[in-house]
């Protein structure tokens, strides 16, 4: 197996739930030292190499590139900030692009990517009109590429999964000259939600650190209403009140959550 994660903390909480082995699962930080995409001079037949013998032979690539370019919060400040926005951004937008490179080098008969809904809708949908083209002319069918109507069984809800409403956009892709496709929809997503969701109770910890806990005093302290500028020009706001009445019958748990 082969990982990418640059993000160390999310590289060690990965390692903490799922057992690695460090002979069969390799670890890499900055997927641009496979592709070699930020290397100028570095010829496609030399960085196609360089992928196939950095990346193990594989049938399934799952790949998320960041979203911030093209969600909506991270348009919106990145737009406040006069900085550029989806592949314009030249440190995460162009990575689908890493993708590609990695997806034409190595062949994998499936691939599974994954990003934020407002991905269909970015630039007036130029940018997905451009990976959706890419991916054709890799030589791949999207599973319901023609869907893109508000039931577009391409966005799939974690809701139905978890206590968490977040919408996702997936792209489910078969490499064509393998006729793998057939009549496969995520429009059956629907049948493989559990008969019993996950409520946050179930998810939270039994025991809590105290050091994660506020003390009874600072719950009762109303923390005021901070409209200060950060240095990158986001504005903080802060919950100004005390606790409800559902939540003063239980202040641990309400505590171990704020």
């Not at 082969?2 to 002979?23: G, I, L, M």
């Not at 974690?158 to 996702?168: V, Y």
């Not at 629907?190 to 019993?196: T, V």
């Not at 409209?227 to 003063?248: I, V, Y």
Request: charge should be neutral; charged fraction near 25%; aromatic fraction near 8%.
């Amino acid at each position: 197996m082969f990982t990418s994660e640059w993000n160390k903390h999310a590289v060690r909480t990965y390692k903490a739930n799922w057992y690695c082995d460090p002979h069969e699962h390799h670890f890499n930080a900055d997927i641009r030292d496979v592709t070699l995409s930020h290397k100028s001079g570095v010829s496609d037949e030399h960085a196609a190499e360089h992928i196939r013998q950095t990346i193990p032979a594989h049938d399934v690539l799952l790949a998320g590139f960041p979203c911030q370019p093209f969600s909506l919060a991270g348009v919106s400040k990145k737009n406040a900030l006069g900085r550029a926005h989806g592949f314009a951004c030249d440190t995460q937008g162009t990575l689908f692009f890493d993708v590609a490179r990695i997806i034409d080098a190595c062949r994998p008969a499936i691939f599974v990517l994954e990003n934020v809904k407002n991905l269909k809708s970015h630039d007036g949908g130029k940018t997905f009109r451009i990976i959706m083209q890419t991916l054709d002319e890799l030589g791949y069918d999207v599973a319901d590429s023609q869907d893109m109507g508000a039931d577009d069984p391409k966005i799939i809800d974690g809701k139905h999964f978890l206590p968490q409403h977040r919408e996702r956009i997936v792209l489910v892709g078969f490499r064509r000259d393998l006729n793998l496709k057939g009549d496969f929809t995520l429009r059956d997503i629907p049948s493989l939600y559990p008969e019993r969701r996950p409520t946050v109770a179930d998810l939270l910890e039994p025991v809590v650190d105290a050091k994660f806990i506020l003390t009874p005093g600072a719950v009762e302290i109303p923390l005021p209403l901070c409209q200060e500028t950060s240095g990158e020009g986001q504005r903080l706001r802060f919950w100004n009140g005390k606790p409800q009445r559902s939540a003063q019958r239980d202040p641990h748990v309400v505590r171990s959550l704020l």
